[in-house]
């Protein structure tokens, strides 16, 4: 059994997270600021909530991403993106008028595209150094980080843009992306697999969806996400309609996610000792099965406070989820496609989680969150007996067996 400390003295991998750190506070200190800003500018909700959609654009050009990502150095990558991110963000300096949102806007698709980049080249680069063993422990150190950066970070800019106006916050992010890319540009490229790709330029492209559709314990992993993505954005849809229900303000609303949140922090590095005991894919249908029952059991709480210490619990268990799926992910595929099976099912993902929360938030104008959170439970329990059957199926002694060690004790050394 490994250990977080082990991990962080491993060659490299403290001034790969310290790296990674600061870009990631970067990546999430105007995310919340730049809607702010739209919204203090125009006076307009709408035009404030279009923000968003104009950050989340980019993730249909993930695939691209990490096409680029697994045929250039990722060092080389990860500093070029820090520094796009840096420039992105500089015209915003200037902005001060009604008529200048179209610049945020810009700035945003912008900001939104280097995330991608740095996403993908710092998730190949993590694996490129870290050892097998430490896996599942460096998936649940991430998590725990960028868990803490979503809930800190926005936090914090809005914070920063109340006192300071809009360069407060996009001071904060360059100087954070400045320095991302100078611990980056110091960072030693690690020796990789490189074989020469003979194929197409479509080949290559798909060359993700392609491993991800061979390896059927990935292709059983990233099904069950994606449904339990579908089922998630219902509840973001339908978090207004708890406030409602216990006659709360919607500002409330950032209290369940908070609290969700702090769940998730706290849950992570336990998710990757679970990890390493039973392995992933067990992992994955053990942390649905619970989180399924603990959605149910929320919707029948009597109060607030008892809704929230539900939400609290369900946070706890969902990185099991997760740090499974990504710790399955980087353990069977290849150095030389990482960038691109991390990006291939990215549109989805994306297009799912926005379908999702739109269809909750029309959801809540005719039903209660009482009668919203079943349907999740449903779509949790579903993708926990999918992965159970599948398990089942690839271990029938008539079946064909694939390369599966996803769901042994222990990983291999």
């Avoid at 060092?75 to 001060?96: C, D, E, I, Q």
């Avoid at 579908?230 to 978090?239: F, S, T």
């Avoid at 079946?399 to 042994?408: G, H, T, V």
Wanted: glycine share 10%; charged share 10%; aromatic share 8%.
């Amino acid at each position: 059994m490994t250990s977080t400390r082990e991990l962080l003295r491993a060659p490299l991998y403290g001034r790969w997270l310290a790296g990674r750190a600061v870009s990631w506070f970067g990546d999430t200190v105007m995310i919340l600021a730049l809607s702010i800003w739209v919204k203090s500018l125009t006076g307009s909700s709408s035009q404030a909530g279009v923000t968003l959609a104009f950050f989340m654009a980019p993730q249909l050009l993930a695939p691209l991403a990490g096409q680029l990502v697994d045929h250039i150095p990722r060092r080389v990558v990860l500093v070029a993106g820090n520094l796009l991110s840096a420039v992105t963000l500089v015209p915003l300096w200037w902005v001060h008028r009604p008529d200048q949102a179209w610049v945020i806007w810009a700035a945003a698709v912008g900001y939104g595209l280097s995330g991608v980049l740095l996403s993908s080249a710092s998730m190949a680069l993590q694996r490129s150094i870290t050892p097998d063993e430490f896996l599942a422990r460096a998936q649940g150190l991430q998590q725990t980080v960028g868990t803490s950066f979503q809930l800190l970070a926005p936090l914090v800019g809005a914070a920063l843009f109340a006192t300071h106006g809009g360069r407060g916050p996009t001071a904060v992010a360059i100087t954070c992306f400045l320095a991302g890319a100078v611990l980056f540009a110091s960072f030693p490229e690690p020796a990789e697999d490189d074989p020469s790709e003979q194929v197409g330029l479509w080949r290559q492209m798909t060359a993700g969806l392609e491993h991800i559709w061979r390896h059927k314990p990935l292709l059983d992993a990233m099904t069950a996400m994606l449904l339990v993505n579908c089922v998630a954005g219902l509840l973001e849809g339908a978090m207004y309609s708890v406030t409602d229900t216990f006659g709360r303000s919607a500002a409330w609303a950032g209290t369940i996610a908070s609290a969700q949140g702090a769940g998730m922090v706290a849950g992570s590095l336990a998710a990757s000792r679970v990890v390493e005991r039973i392995g992933e894919i067990h992992s994955m249908t053990v942390g649905l099965s619970i989180s399924a029952v603990l959605v149910l059991l929320a919707a029948a709480t009597p109060t607030l406070w008892t809704y929230l210490a539900v939400v609290v619990a369900i946070g706890a268990f969902l990185p099991m989820v997760f740090v499974a799926a990504g710790t399955l992910q980087q353990r069977v595929t290849p150095n030389h496609l990482m960038g691109r099976v991390g990006t291939a099912m990215a549109p989805l993902f994306s297009l799912s989680s926005v379908g999702a929360m739109s269809v909750g938030a029309m959801l809540v104008a005719t039903v209660s969150f009482r009668q919203i959170h079943p349907l999740v439970t449903v779509g949790m329990a579903g993708s926990a007996v999918w992965l159970r059957l599948a398990t089942r199926r690839r271990s029938h002694p008539g079946a064909p067996q694939p390369q599966d060690q996803s769901s042994r004790t222990t990983f291999a050394g």
